[in-house]
């Protein structure tokens, strides 16, 4: 590290001190390195001086008239909290870049070094480009002002590969003038790690679910309760009311926690298909069957937990198979005669009356005994309204991300809509108004004209049999909503091209399994 020495000089505040002080220094030769000036103090930093010449510099400085004393300090005070902040910077467990509007790169602490696999010396003052390549989100941060968070990024540079999860805020000046950027960086593993780690914890469990009216904190209490054993759980309840959260939930509370979740929609999917997703095929089982043969999903999900969304919509025959794996725990690959064992936990959720169902005959009630083992109910939206509120304000900084919009809330009239409305489509009808309104609307405040609009659609996209109509020729008079559906058709059709599976294409789409085959049946891609 380059070293100096630092002079403190108290003196008389008049005109012309400073400069006084300067021409000494100079008629000395001394090498200046910086100079401060404040009231009643100067300060210079010079080269590094021996001990005989500083005290020639002391003896001609203190000849200055109006000039009281002459230290010298280890430090200045601006620079012990400049070196204690970076300290702070290099101990945390997180990187952290800041960026001015230039692009180049001011800070960069020790743990960036091992995300980007460089040395802080090669890149500071050096265009942030060269780091983060040119399609950083940082640089549109500098240009439009918007912080985001939790952006995942996988990068190449010219020291290595990086794959990490990155957050950034800008920084403005007094008239709030962007002049620069800070962004905070974790390591995607780190990443994975912590989210593993919050995850066991009861809160971690819960953490999408959102809510704290009783009803919700009795079913939570439940599932706590449940989730250390392996029985089989039924969770009924309406559409959107959350099963598949649920799900997902009791599993991460689970011993099998470290091993897959795995869901599948009943669904969406034919009767001939589920089978295959369900139990796999032996190899050359039919014809346009893969060669190599194909697992299922209950060996996917071995020593894990399998979620079966909308078991309701299971044929009479597959039940039957069903029945046999719940009872024998045993599996068989379509075309095959050998018996695969396997370790699943079955959570089931239908929103069907399966006790009608029974009734006539369409729902097997060994079946249903056998699910039917801890059964539990998700309330509807309507039975427990003081969490709109919170669903709301949830929905609202999920979207405000999503959307690059500023939303802070919505006006008391917005809210006593919400209020009235009777949610037959619950939680993913509210989500749903929500977002639109954000589309639809561009104020700060959510208010009643784009509530309005949208839910004037709500009833029509959250209810079932949502259909799109088959699109247009044209795209002449397309309003928003077809022409996202139009373009999001596309999107699938291509992503199942490319894929061998559903999961793959989910994969590449960056939607759920269960997501895609929602949107495979609404669209009708299924052949
Ligand atoms: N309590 C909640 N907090 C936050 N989001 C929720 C909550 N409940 C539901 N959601 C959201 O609503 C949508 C529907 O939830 P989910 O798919 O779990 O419902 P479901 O009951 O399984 O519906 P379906 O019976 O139609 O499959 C999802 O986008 C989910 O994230």
């Not at 020495?5 to 030769?29: F, N």
């Not at 902040?85 to 001011?106: M, T």
């Not at 002002?145 to 540079?157: C, F, L, M, P």
């Not at 998700?378 to 929905?395: A, G, M, S, T, W």
Request: hydrophobic share 40%.
């Amino acid at each position: 590290m380059e070293r100096f020495t630092r002079l403190e000089i108290s003196a008389e505040d008049r005109l012309g001190m400073t400069s006084e002080i300067l021409k000494v220094l100079h008629k000395l030769g001394i090498n200046l390195h910086s100079l401060e000036v404040f009231p009643r103090k100067v300060r210079v930093k010079t080269e590094v001086l021996e001990e005989g010449r500083l005290q020639i510099i002391q003896r001609d400085l203190k000849n200055v008239q109006g000039v009281d004393s002459v230290g010298v300090v280890d430090l200045f005070d601006f620079e012990k909290s400049e070196r204690r902040l970076l300290a702070i910077l290099d101990a945390i467990d997180e990187g952290i870049v800041a960026v001015n509007k230039e692009f180049r790169v001011e800070l960069f602490n020790s743990y960036c070094e091992s995300v980007f696999k460089v040395k802080k010396e090669d890149v500071l003052g050096q265009d942030i480009r060269r780091l983060m390549g040119p399609d950083s989100p940082l640089l549109r941060l500098i240009q439009d002002g918007i912080a985001w968070k939790n952006k995942e990024v996988s990068g190449h540079n010219q020291w290595g590969d990086s794959h990490y999860i990155i957050n950034g805020r800008p920084v403005r000046d007094d008239d709030e003038h962007i002049i620069g950027a800070v962004a905070s960086v974790k390591d995607i593993r780190k990443a994975i790690e912590l989210a593993n780690a919050v995850s066991r914890t009861t809160e971690g469990a819960f953490k999408e679910i959102v809510g704290s009216s009783q009803a919700i904190e009795r079913v939570k209490k439940m599932c706590v309760a449940v989730a250390k054993s392996n029985s089989t759980i039924l969770l009924r309840g309406e559409s959107g009311t959350g099963k598949e959260l649920f799900a997902k939930a009791i599993h991460r509370l689970s011993k099998r926690r470290d091993q897959p979740f795995v869901t599948i929609n009943c669904a969406a999917l034919p009767d001939s298909l589920i089978e295959s997703e369900l139990f796999g095929y032996a190899r050359g089982s039919f014809t346009g069957a893969a060669q190599s043969g194909k697992e299922g999903l209950f060996r996917e999900a071995d020593g894990g937990t399998l979620c079966l969304d909308e078991i309701g919509e299971l044929s009479v025959r597959l039940q039957a198979k069903l029945l046999r794996v719940l009872q024998e725990g045993v599996i068989r690959k379509i075309g095959s005669n050998r018996e695969e064992q396997v370790n699943v936990r079955i959570i089931a959720a239908t929103n069907k009356n399966l006790e009608e169902m029974m009734r006539q005959s369409l729902f097997r009630e060994d079946l249903f005994y056998r699910l039917n083992v801890v059964p539990i109910f998700l309330p509807p939206l309507r039975e427990r309204k003081e969490d709109i509120p919170l669903l709301v304000n949830h929905f609202i900084a999920v979207y405000s991300e999503k959307l690059n919009r500023r939303v802070s809330g919505t006006d008391m009239a917005f809210m006593d809509k919400l209020f009235k409305h009777d949610w037959p489509g619950n939680v993913r009808e509210l989500q749903n108004v929500i977002e639109r309104a954000l589309v639809l609307g561009d104020d700060d405040i959510l208010s009643l004209q784009s509530l309005a609009l949208s839910l004037e659609h709500s009833a029509q996209k959250s209810g079932e049999g949502d259909a799109p109509q088959p699109f247009p020729p044209g795209r002449k008079n397309l309003n928003l909503r077809r022409a996202v559906q139009m373009c999001e058709r596309e999107v699938i059709e291509q992503a199942l091209a490319q894929s061998k599976s559903y999961r793959a294409a989910a994969r590449i789409l960056g939607i759920s399994h269960t997501a895609l085959m929602k949107k495979v049946k609404r669209y009708e891609l299924s052949s």
